[in-house]
């Protein structure tokens, strides 16, 4: 249980880091990209729900750690092998169909989409490399 609760809070830690990296160089690299933000579809925060953003990685770490312990043994390949593969059966059984509904319900375009499950399989793929760290 320690072991779990350490790599969880690990993964989430790196996530929250490369999370907030990653925003702040999309508005610099992708200023268009950006801008899709401010529209109607999505919500204006009166702040009150931002500290989700912040909680966001560590319920993504334990809820991958907790998939991770229990499927690992099928995926037989090394480390960065076995962290892509979680990675991408992520993407795929939980990223795309709730992406797929949030396209055709929101005022999204589709490379806002594609971009969004890249970025989730990129955590994923992360998560796993640190839990194949610490608990291979």
Known sequence: MKKALIAG????????ILSLAIFFLQFRIFPEMADTYWSQAFRWSDRSTDWMFYLHPFVLSFALKWFWERYKDLFPAGG????????????VVAMLPVLWMTYTALNVSGIQVLCWLCYGIFQAFVAGLVFSWLNP
């Open 80 to 91: 960065l092998m076995r962290a892509l593969e979680v990675a991408l059966v992520y993407g």
């Open 9 to 16: 809070f690990t993964a989430g830690s790196v996530l929250l």
